[in-house]
């Protein structure tokens, strides 16, 4: 069974909000098209991120909790990392905008942008020889950018986000060697911090925030299309 760890990490991230979706007052798989769109192109940006850093020992897998099927030099858990994740923090976007309204981030979501626009940046520029720390707080810090110079509302995007941080931790940290004799995703702690959330490097978070933004953005983006 270890070899099935990691897919039945995705898997039980997945289940509640994939059932919930069905939910028929507010029925999140009616969104299924602009969702999996968005999902798509954000997919494909981070599985060539992944697979860079990869190939490059920023970090890497542990085969013994992989089904050692692969797309290119990733396991296939880490694609559907990259769908899983994406949907259930989707999902809890979508179902935010029907139980909070108003939304109590709402006069606070511009000065959240703010304080961590400034502090990513600090920490990249303080630390632009880490490669993980350097990308992920860069391109977090410019997307958070764009998205204030659009004055969009991100109320909802950080509600969702806050709400699934205590799962973020619980997934990631098995991932990262909780409940575990051996983690299944190493880092190499010389491209990062070294500030550790549990077992978790403190980037996993940032990278995580820029990864539901985006598929929020285009979802909402796909959305209004159709």
């Known amino acids: 069974m270890e070899v099935y760890t990691y897919l039945l990490v995705n898997l039980a991230c997945v289940f509640v909000p994939f059932i919930a979706s069905f939910y028929p007052k507010h029925a999140f798989y009616k969104d299924c098209k602009p969702f999996f ?3 798509l192109i954000v997919t494909l940006l981070f599985v060539i991120w992944d697979s860079i850093f990869t190939g490059i020992g920023v970090w890497g897998f542990n ?4 089904t050692g099927i692969k797309i290119g030099n990733l396991p296939i858990e880490e694609v559907l990392f ?3 994740i994406p949907y259930a923090c989707v999902f809890s976007y979508f179902a935010f905008q029907y139980f909070f309204k108003p939304n109590i981030l709402q006069r606070s979501q511009t000065f959240i942008s703010y304080i961590l626009i400034a502090v990513l ?5 303080f630390n632009y020889n880490k490669l993980y720390t350097a ?7 410019f997307y958070l950018i764009f998205l204030v110079y659009k004055k969009t509302d ?3 995007h950080y509600l969702s986000y806050f709400f699934v941080l205590p799962f973020f931790f619980l997934s990631n940290g098995v991932l990262t060697g909780s409940f575990l004799v051996e983690p299944i995703v190493w880092y190499n702690d010389a491209e990062n911090l070294g500030i550790r959330l549990f077992n978790i490097p403190i980037e996993d978070s940032v990278y ?6 985006m598929n929020i953005e285009l979802y909402n983006y796909f959305k209004r299309k159709v």
Do not use: D, P, Q, W
């Open 154 to 156: 991100l109320s909802l």
């Open 121 to 125: 940046l600090i920490v990249a520029i």
């Open 63 to 66: 085969e013994t909790y992989l």
């Open 208 to 213: 995580g925030l820029l990864m539901i933004f």
């Open 82 to 84: 990259f769908i899983c």
């Open 135 to 141: 990308v992920t707080f860069f391109a977090t810090s």
């Open 37 to 39: 769109k968005a999902n």
